[in-house]
Nanobody, 122 residues
Framework: QVHLTESGGGSVQAGGSLTLSCAAS????????AAWFRQAPGKEREGVAA????????HYVDSVRGRFTISMDNAKNTLSLRMSSLTPEDTALYSC???????????????WGQGTPVTVSS
């Protein structure tokens, strides 16, 4: 059974940094893309970053490009998201997803985690 488990969320002041991790069990990141999504209170879920499993190429939404870095540790079978220069607008529940198209929506992916909350205070 596949499980994706996120960790690393928390509370941070604006301008700070956090690194999120997504550990997989019962599954190896090996197909298509893996991604991070976020959903802020009262807003729709949006994809923020994705990584192509085959060539490692990253993809970012404009609002996080230059501040967030997505990476894959194949040895640890873990997906990460390094977030820096955080703003209150980054406050959301961050969730990982795997085995889907890099430009796809949440429903296009086959596996999902439950999410880890990130709160950025001003």
């Amino acid at each position: 059974q596949v499980h994706l488990t996120e960790s690393g969320g928390g509370s941070v002041q604006a301008g700070g940094s956090l690194t999120l991790s997504c550990a997989a069990s019962g599954y190896t990141f090996s197909n298509r893309c893996a991604a991070w999504f976020r959903q802020a209170p009262g807003k729709e879920r949006e994809g923020v970053a994705a990584i192509d499993i085959f060539d490692g190429s990253p993809h970012y939404v404009d609002s996080v490009r230059g501040r967030f870095t997505i990476s894959m540790d194949n040895a640890k079978n873990t997906l990460s998201l390094r977030m820096s220069s955080l703003t209150p607008e980054d406050t959301a529940l961050y969730s990982c997803a795997s085995d889907g198209p890099c430009a796809g929506s949440w429903d296009d992916y086959n596996y999902w985690g439950q999410g880890t909350p990130v709160t950025v205070s001003s």
